[in-house]
């Protein structure tokens, strides 16, 4: 089963830049449309960056002209450029396929994600 280790988050200010990177356990990246997600406090893990295995980039309003998602096949990693950051971008950011990928539990299937990486925007 594919294993996903998202790191790079941390602390940064207002304005500043980090770069999120997201291992791949398996050669999975250049046959899988894949994604970042973000998770803040009280809301839904939502898809903010997507790459396709066409190489095709899509991304959500809030995030459009400052996030730049791309990866590198070879080293099955996807990667999140992230400038401009502002306080509202602060979440746990997690990678995976468009759609997530599954993982059967007792029976039922249900959403594997990995353990994420933190990103905090303050002064």
């Known amino acids: 089963q594919v294993q996903l280790v998202e790191s790079g988050g941390g602390l940064v200010q207002p304005g500043g830049s980090l770069r999120l990177s997201c291992a791949a356990s398996?050669?999975?990246?250049?046959?899988?449309?894949m994604g970042w997600y973000r998770r803040t406090p009280g809301k839904q893990r939502e898809l903010i960056a997507a790459?396709?295995?066409?190489?095709?980039?899509n991304y959500a309003d809030s995030v459009k002209g400052r996030f730049t998602i791309s990866r590198d096949n070879a080293k099955n990693t996807v990667y999140l450029q992230m400038n401009s950051l502002k306080p509202e971008d602060a979440a746990v950011y997690y990678c995976n396929r468009d759609p997530p990928f599954l993982r059967t539990i007792g029976g039922r299937e249900y959403n594997y994600w990995g353990q994420g990486t933190q990103v905090t925007v303050s002064s």
């Open positions: 790459i396709t295995n066409g190489g095709n980039t």
């Open positions: 398996e050669n999975i990246v250049s046959i899988s449309a």
